[in-house]
């Protein structure tokens, strides 16, 4: 079976990932064919607008294949960072693609799904969808561009998705910034067949509607007040005393804020405070810089027991246990994060995505 597939209707392009048993995970073939694929359809005069969707019911993708990267991993392999090259390379296309990139992010929209739609430059989410980083479950930090689209997410509101992994609503992903339109699900096989002939802009606000609300937007002020800091530690400490000090001083109403805390303190120790300077250092860059950085954080995750020990315990073994080293948060010191960033030398990853001409 053809993993991704492509097809040309009218003046419209259209990708249809095509592992729907896999909720359509990518894998080095698929990104290698999208690269270039996009690549042909962006000097093809007829092709006006691009669309991207997944096939089957449970969403557009999954992320990336993780079985995979465990099997490298365990083998000192080198198709992994091989990969993240090919799909980083694919992200920064799709930011600066000269065309409508439209996106139907329905269903599942994760990890590496949320690289090849957020950046797309038309997304469209449903009420079926449920998207996120969950990346600190399994070990590792949100890539694809994740701490560039979440360091720039209104508030601290990105810093607790990305710690917390949480999966989130298309309301939430709208507030975030991952999406640009609400569009019922029942609704997108009429909203592609319309793209055919007309404009992404004309087709997708015809069918757009107003989304539910966002629970993370409800949640903005206890979030905005515990994640406002540099320090894994401190954040924590501020989630679990939301509803009030122990001193008996008024605290900011956090419902859900206690479940944050415990949620964040299960996760990867190395995780959670890489992906914290992660996204506070994305906060200055440029998409392909952010790339760059996710490249160098990612290769040293590799070497790394956690990455390795996230997926086995969640996907491989599956008895959802892992064993983190160091295993707390306070185990991991300053020097240990800084590590993360250092400079690859040769093995650097380099984007050459032209500029638009007004930047």
Known sequence: MTEVLFEKRGHLGIITLNRPKAVNALNAGMVDAMLAQLTAWA???????????????????????????YRDILGGGTETADFWQAEYRLNSLIAAYPKPYVA???????????????????????????????ETTIGFVPDVGGTWLLAKSPGETGTHAALTG??????????????????????????????????????VVRFARNPPPSGLEEQRGWIDAAYASDDVEDIVRRLRTMDGAPDGTPGVEGDGATDAATTIEAKSPTAVKVTLESLRQAKGLTLDEAL????????????????????????????RTPQWKPATLHEVHATDVARFFEPLGDRELTLNTKEPDNA
């Open 43 to 69: 000097d093809d005069d007829g092709v006006a607008t691009v669309l991207v969707r997944g096939a089957g019911e449970r969403g557009l993708c999954a992320g990336g294949d993780i079985v995979a990267i």
């Open 104 to 134: 139907l992010m329905d269903g599942l929209v994760l990890g590496g799904g949320v690289g090849i739609s957020a950046h797309g430059s038309v997304r469209v989410v449903t009420e079926r969808t449920r998207t996120g980083m969950p």
């Open 166 to 203: 949480a999966h989130l609503t298309g309301a939430d992903a709208l507030f975030l910034g991952l999406a640009d339109h609400f569009v019922p699900s029942g609704n997108l096989p009429e909203l592609a067949a319309a793209l055919e002939h007309e404009t992404a802009e004309a087709a």
């Open 292 to 319: 760059a950085q996710e490249y160098r954080v990612g290769l040293r995750f590799l070497v790394a027991p956690d990455f390795r020990e996230g997926i086995r315990a969640q996907v491989v073994d599956k008895d």
